[in-house]
């Protein structure tokens, strides 16, 4: 009789452990989610967003650091890039390797609102 409590008890202990052990792991899984996988899915979602809106015209930064203006954009991944004053130097690129993107003409669009003060 007093065996039978005993492996009761210890089943009942272990059973314990098991869930709490279950709990911090699940904790654990849903932070990693929300601090790791959810923001690189919303940049993910930005950078697609930069990349379908590129035109030819827009200014670029590249990832290296180096501006330059889009001529061309040749399929989904690759366009002709133009840099610096010297208009022989056209270079085919990645969009992966685009950063940020300057709009053509929204320089402009600033002044004249400035000059409208």
């Given at each position: ?51 379908s809106a590129m035109e ?62």
């Amino acid at each position: 009789m007093f065996l039978a409590e005993a492996t009761g008890a210890a089943s009942g202990s272990a059973g314990g452990s098991i869930l709490s052990i279950v709990m911090i792991i699940v904790f654990w899984i849903v932070l990693f989610y929300f601090m790791i996988v959810r923001p690189q899915k919303k940049q993910q979602k930005q950078r697609d967003e930069l990349h379908s809106a590129m035109e030819p015209g827009d200014n670029i930064m590249t990832t290296g650091g180096f501006y330059g203006t889009i001529l061309d954009i040749v399929d989904d991944t690759t366009v002709i890039v133009e840099f610096g004053n010297n208009k022989n130097c056209r270079i085919p690129m990645h969009k992966n390797a685009i950063a940020e993107v300057e709009k053509a003409g929204s320089a402009v669009v600033k002044e004249e609102e400035e000059e409208s003060k």
